[in-house]
């Protein structure tokens, strides 16, 4: 009997121990190009434009809901102006949840006065931002890190995203940094495309591809710009292209992973603020 006993612990012990667990979790709502305007009525009241309105709605579902995280890619207001992105400050400020903003091509315009430092000082004097500036990077866990890139030029507005060297420079000091854990990276340009648009390529899309080729760390990637939803593997790594919040439309992640960081599975799902 107990011989039987002890094969019988020893067939559990060996099929649990084959069992992926995934014993730690991560909820990510992203958000991205929600192109907030502003406008007002003859006596100076704002209206409640649809940009307006469908980032309040995502708001309140998401704090109905049990995210852990939220993101927002880039594109936060439609011009670059101070009235915009003060309005998109104080109504993401409602989240209940810690929040990352991040920059597009619409979000800073140097010949309107509103530089990568005047956004940022913006959007946190009105909210509880969690990004001061890009890049940078969160450490979520011992096994999981978030880092948001920028891509942006301020200088010279247009849609092509590019990662100047210092930047990626910064990136790969970050990887080897954190090599044995899992990475997720957050920004506004994708460097695969959801769909081909010639006038929005990341210019330099294949040198930030070979240098992400030097590590294991890099699980996923999630951008918006094109408006487009998709997920896209390539080479180990999910691309994941979130939509426009103009449609009303953002992107859950759900995270999993075990203690050791080794598995990893991360999946999508649409979700709709209309």
């Known amino acids: 009997m107990r011989k039987l006993f002890g094969i019988f612990v ?16 991560t ?21 409640m434009t649809p940009s307006i309105r469908n980032l309040k709605n995502a708001v309140k579902d998401i704090n109905d809901s049990d995210f852990n995280y939220a993101v927002f890619t880039g594109d936060c207001v ?4 101070k009235e915009s ?29 509103v530089d990568k430092k005047k956004f940022f000082s913006i959007v946190n004097r ?38 100047r060297e210092k930047e990626l420079i910064w990136l790969e000091k970050k990887l080897k940094r954190y090599s044995k854990r899992n990475v997720v990276l957050f920004q506004h340009y994708p460097l695969v495309e959801p769909f081909d648009y010639k006038s929005h390529k990341t210019v330099n899309a294949d040198e930030y591809l070979t240098l992400l080729k030097r590590h294991k760390n890099v699980k996923a990637i999630v951008s918006g710009h094109y408006h ?30 075990d203690v050791f960081g ?12 209309i």
Not at 29 to 36: A, F, K, Q, R
Not at 228 to 243: C, K, N, R, T
Not at 262 to 271: C, E, G, L, N, Y
């Open 78 to 81: 439609d011009v670059a102006n």
């Open 126 to 163: 009105f909210s509880k931002n969690k990004t001061r500036k890009v890049p940078s990077l969160k450490v979520i866990d011992s096994n999981l890190v978030f880092i948001f890139m920028d891509g942006v030029n301020q200088f010279i507005p247009g849609n092509k995203g590019y990662f």
């Open 262 to 273: 080794k598995d990893f599975v991360i999946r999508t799902k649409m979700h709709n603020a």
């Open 10 to 25: 020893f067939i559990l012990f060996f099929a649990l121990s084959n069992t992926p667990v995934f014993a730690k979790s």
């Open 85 to 113: 992105i003060a309005m998109f400050s104080k109504i993401i400020n409602a989240l209940k949840k810690p929040y990352f903003v991040l920059i597009g091509n619409h979000d800073v315009a140097q010949v309107l006065g």
């Open 228 to 257: 487009g939803e998709g997920d896209i593997m390539q080479d180990d790594i999910l691309h994941i292209s979130v939509p426009t919040l103009l449609n009303g439309q953002y992107k859950e992640l759900d995270i999993d992973y």
């Open 27 to 47: 909820k990510v709502v992203v958000m991205s190009d929600v192109h907030i305007k502003v406008s007002q009525d003859k006596n100076g009241n704002y209206l």
